[in-house]
Structures are given as structure tokens and as C-alpha cells.
Nanobody, 127 residues
């Protein structure tokens, strides 16, 4: 199971750090990601990371967001800086099954690629 924390409200230009704690997630080769969703729109991929630490970012967050994985603590994080009102959304962490490492670079922003999801945490950025 995955559980997000760290959401909240911040002014434009501010920073937030999201965390996603995994329990019972004991795979060795996998892909994990952060997605976000605003009402009425499809969930979009923000960043993904594989079990080797290879990362990728959506163009809209590149240079502002950093995804990281602490295997010892089974925690996925998303450091968000220079936040903009357009970043306002519900943020979800997602985890793939064993072996999803192989296709992370191609499918890491595809919602259907992931079988495990957190409940979401709200991020609100005011101008």
C-alpha cells in the first residue's frame, strides 16, 4: 500500500515536499511515479523513477521538481520548488509491479502501467 503526505497550501514561488510511504512494497525491479489531477481532467504524469534511480520529468515541471527514492525507508519523495498556480492539483504516488523497471522509461507516464496508488494529497498554489 502507498500513503502520501506533505500536501498543503503555498504561495506562488514557494516549495513543498511530498512523501509516499510504501508498506508491503517489496519488489526489487520496479517503476514508481508521481501523477497529478485537477477536476475534470485526466491524471497526468509528473515524474517517474526506476529501481536503479533513473528519473524523468514532465516538461511542465522540469527544473523545478525532483523525484527521489529512499529504498531503506521505502519512501518515494517529490521536492517541488518555484511552485506556480498551475501546479495546483491532487497529487498521487504510483507503484508498478515487479519487473516494471524494464518499461519505466517508455510507460512511466502512463496511468494504466501502475497497479498501486496512494489516496492522493492536495497541493494548492495561490498567486
Amino acid at each position: 500500500q502507498l500513503q502520501e503526505s506533505g500536501g498543503g497550501s503555498v504561495e506562488s514561488g514557494g516549495s513543498l515536499r511530498l512523501s509516499c510511504a510504501g508498506s508491503g512494497y517489496a519488489y526489487s525491479t520496479y517503476c514508481m511515479a508521481w501523477f497529478r489531477q485537477v477536476p475534470g481532467k485526466k491524471r497526468e504524469g509528473v515524474a517517474h523513477i526506476d529501481s536503479d534511480g533513473t528519473v524523468a520529468y514532465a516538461d511542465s515541471v522540469k527544473g523545478r521538481f525532483t523525484i527521489s527514492l529512499d529504498k531503506a525507508k521505502s519512501t518515494l519523495s517529490l521536492q517541488m520548488s518555484s511552485l506556480e498556480p498551475e501546479d495546483t492539483a491532487e497529487y498521487y504516488c504510483a507503484g508498478g509491479d515487479e519487473g516494471t523497471y524494464d518499461h519505466c522509461s517508455v510507460l512511466g507516464f502512463t496511468e494504466e502501467f501502475f497497479n498501486y496508488w496512494g489516496q492522493g494529497t492536495q497541493v494548492t498554489v495561490s498567486s
